[in-house]
DNA sequence: TATAGCTAAGAAACCGGTTTTGGTAAGTTG
DNA sequence: CAACTTACCAAAACCGGTTTCTTAGCTATA
């Protein structure tokens, strides 16, 4: 493969000249610049970008660390996260941890080793976790819970299930069951504070027997559906804590011989592209995933600067998506 | 940061045997093993793999060109060639392309430019498409359809097709809607050949009225289901080129007030996860995502170390699942 | 004892760029 | 006209590893 020195000798001119030709080209004479060109053209160069990365310590790349992303909502934020990140020149390394943590250190140990510049963390945070902010490798977390120890932005989930939560006491609901996701999970543990504080707010006792325990999963959330749907006392509406457990759920329902809404209410949160193709179409919370993406992303570009990042959480709105899964509970017959 | 010299000095030992203990520990004494493994401590020492990788003028990554990750089908096929990427050190460089030739020649240039060794195409291929495979490249397609022109692993969309289509006819059914992909997309022209195909071995007459064509999208297979209710002599069945279009033309048949299956069957292709959830659960096609992922990132690897393929088609058999989505045809009232 | 053969390890070359240094020719200023 | 810029460019150092070449020291064999 030919290489800087083949193309200089081409030209006649010193390889710093065809170097600068290439990086400061206002540098170079006319004359040299078209001598370099032409020589170019002739060898069929091309910058080998490892030997000037590697000159210049810096990998422009970064990885991306996403728990599942099979997942759309990270895929709406990993899209976000690439558009600004070519713009300005890095790429991206995916890392799909699964939540395996061998693998993840795997993954981290490649901007340690210097394979990439910087890190995003799409996984939410938990106090038990000891990876993170490892030492000084630039990082920020996206998408994730409250409580995370490290520049993040991340919207306000509590906040969002009041929100959702409020909506079906306004419909005149009171029994309302929660298929959570699961117990341990950071964004489980804020939904249901959301999901807790309305009733609390509405006046409304707490029944431990209207909480599911899913796992974000269709089956777990159709298995949900299963428990209030042979309640004695059901409830009039659930509040999911996902749109793919909602799914599950109102197949679950429609099995049982319920309609939805009309029996039953339901919620999601997610927004997902099919949140409107169910039927019915789904009420839920969108999440801002891309610009939480996108900030994140400029985060990471002003710490990777050495820039000093005032802020050290961002916290962006939800939107409050209203379709048809939601019906005023009906009088008792 | 600390560098190979530094542990050097610090061991008291020359840089070629540090670098000797990292990469053959077994032609180093104990003495000295343990002398550099102490430095390596002490001074925190990391290999930097960006030097490492441009000395032996490997990158160990490579780029995958997927259309669209926000594609379940895709995602499947990403995470197995993942898999074998990492056992066998590489990374991945994702490349969403959203069918912009720019930003995938931008991509196929990392590779030109050394910072990946290698490229695997998830795009079908076209006849008008001149990028690929640009010159010696090491490059792959997965996924595609028939007539790419350099090494590919893919099903057989045609032969796919007839099958479900076969499934159909054997049901009774003979007034068979399609709804299309793009024309001039590659999966549509080979599946269409499989609609064709079957309809003439079963000596039905081809029907250019029932044949509708969308985008692959929900809101298009909507737009079908809903061209196909209005119909006068309505189809009792239909043939969607995907899942996504048979959830959007399920609902459309719903608004309409047919039931499904009982009005009218149905039937998909990829078998999305949400495939098992939706109402009636999808009879599909699903494809052999994994297998068509790890084979080709096999084969890539055989490709980038110099190994010459000797065949340049690899054809993986699809599956045929069947679920709740078709009934036979109903005799007439 | 001499010599060949082997192992361990240091010195130095090398990968392909970027950047610094220094020198020359031309133009500008007092 | 001497002194000083300025523009351009070649030579060489440099980034942090790997690899080749060489030598020193040891063992085995005749």
Redesign the interface.
């Known amino acids: 493969m030919s290489n800087i020195r083949a193309v200089a000798k081409k030209a006649g001119v010193s390889i710093a000249t065809v170097s600068r030709a290439f990086t400061n080209p206002e540098k170079v004479s006319k004359n040299s610049l078209k001598k370099v060109m032409d020589a170019v053209d002739a060898v069929g160069y091309?910058?080998?970008?490892?030997?000037r990365?590697?000159r210049s310590?810096k990998?422009y790349?970064i990885v991306v660390l996403v728990p599942d992303?099979?997942n759309?909502f990270f895929?709406?934020v990993?899209?976000a996260i690439?558009e600004v990140a070519?713009k300005n020149g890095y790429?991206?390394?995916?890392g799909?941890t699964r939540d395996n943590e061998k693998?993840e250190e795997?993954y981290i140990r490649?901007v340690?080793?210097?394979?990439a510049d910087g890190l995003i963390q799409l996984r939410p945070h938990t106090p038990d976790y000891k990876l993170l902010p490892n030492q000084h490798i630039p990082a920020v977390a996206a998408c994730g819970a409250s409580g995370t120890p490290y520049t993040s932005v991340r919207m306000d989930h509590s906040v969002a299930s009041l929100a959702i939560m409020n909506y079906l006491i306004s419909m005149g609901h009171t029994r309302i069951g929660c298929i959570a996701g699961l117990e341990k999970n950071p964004h489980s543990i804020d939904r249901f504070e959301g999901y807790k504080q309305a009733l609390a707010d509405a006046g409304i006792e707490f029944d431990p027997e209207l909480v599911f325990e899913g796992d974000f999963t269709?089956p777990s959330g159709?298995a949900g559906g299963e428990y209030f749907a042979n309640m004695s006392d059901r409830p009039t509406a659930v509040f999911s804590m996902n749109d793919e457990m909602a799914?599950?759920a109102?197949?679950a329902f429609?099995e049982a011989g319920l309609r939805v809404p009309e029996d039953v209410s339901i919620t999601g949160f997610d927004d997902l592209?099919?949140a409107?193709?169910t039927?019915p179409a789904l009420t839920t919370i969108r999440q801002p995933a891309e610009e939480m993406g996108k900030k994140a992303m400029q985060l990471l570009l002003q710490i990777m600067d050495g820039k000093e990042v005032n802020q050290s959480e961002f916290i962006l709105k939800h939107d409050f998506v209203v379709r048809e899964s939601v019906k005023p509970v009906r009088a008792k017959a």
């Open positions: 091309r910058p080998n970008m490892m030997a990365n590697f310590a990998a790349a992303f099979a759309l895929t709406r990993i899209r690439q070519v790429n991206i390394l995916l799909e693998l795997e490649l340690e080793s210097r394979q269709m159709h799914v599950g109102i197949k429609r592209p099919f409107t193709y039927d």
